[in-house]
């Protein structure tokens, strides 16, 4: 297992820019509704993961919970690449502004999904943090948006004095602006973490976009059209990144062996165990032991997940030069028992699967092969 940053770096930027293209993806082909639907169970389940777990090693515990919570964002956000700006006014009210360029909507991704996209996280977390901490009289006031082309996302917290109802959990007061800046005043992250341990952050902070974003945008839209549409985003943003991430890492575009280095570091990246051996012939094996990507996932959700992660890695190598086959087998494949999946698909793309192996629950060997 590597602690190469630069690998570690290439994951983070792999991961974000496929939960980027499915956001497209899902924008272009199913509309505004679902992708509202989609944003708020996604960032309801990301609340329910991560916020109050993250506490106590962000060293919250103890301050009022309109602050705690501002500070929690701007930490949380800025550890995983995204920049956030924290303004308190006073123990009762505490300020967020997000900085561009917008890490969920980077580059032109910005002018492709609605308004619905950012009503979805703001009520799927912002305004159920005082739900959380047992605060009736804590909300969230968003005064700007990204899609109505105002400043940015921007409110603040504010516990109000009395219990709030449902619907006033957030409310918006566009004509309101945000305090002064002050550098002073911004949180940091705790002293031990370096700068591999925020690299990991980064990663991780991307990575679970991509697992949470899958697993409930299956509640949405159901577990075959999830699938379908999951893979056809993960083997184009594979083809498209392939390039950019083999220069991070220091990688080529060659023969086999070269692709299997690619795989072997990028899984690496992940912080994964990999081994290359020979499979005879001009194949070469690479064995991932770990899968980060799954770990800790249902069986019907890892099942989602290897269906569409296994395309970022057949849509790399179909980008090569030299044109390759990619052979996947492991456990972890079968799908949930009321799952079928479109027979064309994989056919389609040249991408097979092996299910004869059970070499571990937490074990895939890659067989990278040339194509005549």
């Known amino acids: 297992m590597t602690n190469d940053i630069d690998c570690i770096a290439a994951q983070a930027h792999l991961h974000h820019a ?134 940015g996302l921007c409110g603040y917290f504010r516990e109000f004095d009395r219990a709030l109802e449902p619907h006033e959990r957030l409310t918006f007061a566009p004509d309101e602006v945000p305090p002064v800046f002050c550098a002073a005043e911004q949180p940091q992250p705790p002293a031990d973490w370096d700068p591999l341990r925020l690299a ?73 165990e990999v081994e290359i051996a020979e499979a005879g012939g001009t194949a070469v094996d690479v064995h991932q032991h770990g899968l980060r990507i799954v770990r800790g996932l249902s069986s019907a959700d890892r099942s989602l997940l290897l269906q569409c992660w296994r395309e970022l890695w057949a849509g790399a190598l179909s980008a090569q030069q030299l044109r390759k086959s990619l052979v996947l087998e492991g456990p972890g494949l079968q799908e949930d028992p009321g799952f079928e999946e479109d027979p064309g698909f994989e056919e389609d793309l040249g991408f097979e699967e092996k299910k004869g192996s059970q070499k571990g629950r937490d074990s895939l060997v890659w067989r990278i092969s040339a194509l005549a």
């Open 200 to 272: 990991k952050a980064n990663r991780n902070y991307a990575m679970d976009y991509v697992r949470n974003g899958l697993t409930t945008l299956q509640e949405v839209i159901g577990p075959l059209e999830a699938s379908e549409l999951g893979r056809l985003a993960a083997r184009l943003i594979g083809q498209q990144y392939f390039a950019e991430t083999a220069e991070m890492i220091g990688a080529v575009d060659g023969d086999v062996s070269d692709a299997a280095d690619y795989l072997a570091r990028m899984f690496e990246g992940m912080g994964d």
């Open 18 to 151: 496929y939960f980027l293209g499915l956001q497209l993806m899902i924008s272009s082909r199913k509309g505004p509704t679902v992708m509202g639907d989609w944003t708020f169970r996604l960032f309801r389940k990301q609340h329910e993961e991560k916020f109050l777990s993250s506490f106590e090693k962000l060293g919250l515990h103890g301050l009022p919970d309109a602050v705690a919570c501002a500070r929690y964002h701007v930490l949380a956000n800025n550890m995983g690449g995204v920049a956030v700006e924290f303004m308190p006014e006073h123990d009762r009210k505490a300020w967020v502004r997000f900085r561009y360029p917008r890490w969920m909507f980077a580059g032109p991704v910005i002018c492709g999904l609605p308004v619905e996209v950012s009503r979805g996280f703001l009520n799927g977390w912002y305004a159920h943090n005082g739900v959380t901490l047992k605060n009736p009289k804590l909300g969230f006031v968003c005064v700007s948006e990204d899609m109505t082309g105002q400043f």
